[in-house]
């Protein structure tokens, strides 16, 4: 057990010196030819008490100093003050809907708006009926040529760096015109 208390002086030197700062208590050192050093709160002997030195340990003021201030951390943001993103639009700006194109070769052009304007990654593909007019582009306008007759569906595609649609307009109709021979 001896060597046991021995091995720990230090640390029980350590948190003696702490506990007396708070409750001024007295250090004992207890010397003893068989047992060695021990520090304790408690003046009685240890082992048989013939060869043992007790003293008092005088304590000295402890030196403190005042605790570093940290950097200050980020503060969480509220649900309120957290930035909404921006939603991604796209509209069809010409023709408009349920729009006709007069009698003609089956031509016309079609425009496009988008907010916010096109990341340097970000493209615009026109789909007609399903299928691209053209390749994906930054710009916002398109000319189509020789459309067929009948109903035709047009969407503008906002579309990322991967070709993956971020965001679409909504269908406009059109209807071409374009004269028919009939053969009797």
């Avoid at 951390?73 to 991604?88: G, I, N």
């Amino acid at each position: 057990m001896s060597r046991y208390l021995s091995k720990f002086a230090p640390v029980a030197l350590v948190a003696g010196l702490l506990a007396s700062s708070v409750i001024q208590a007295q250090i004992y050192k207890i010397t003893d030819e068989k047992e060695g050093v021990v520090f304790t709160d408690r003046p009685e002997s240890i082992g048989d008490g013939e060869t043992q030195k007790i003293e008092e340990v005088e304590l000295r003021d402890l030196n403190t100093a005042a605790p570093v201030a940290s950097p200050a951390l980020p503060t969480r943001q509220s649900a309120e003050q957290v930035p909404k993103p921006v939603p991604l639009t796209v509209e069809i700006t010409s023709p408009t809907n349920e729009t006709t194109i007069a009698m003609g070769p089956g031509n016309f052009s079609v425009s496009a708006s988008v907010a916010p304007p096109l990341a340097s990654s970000e493209r615009l593909l026109l789909t007609m009926d399903g299928q691209p007019v053209g390749s994906p582009q930054t710009g916002q306008s398109w000319f189509i040529e020789g459309a067929l007759r009948g109903p035709h569906d047009l969407v503008v595609a906002r579309t990322s760096a991967s070709g993956q649609t971020v965001a679409s307009s909504n269908s406009v109709r059109v209807y071409v015109l374009r004269p028919s021979i009939i053969r009797r």
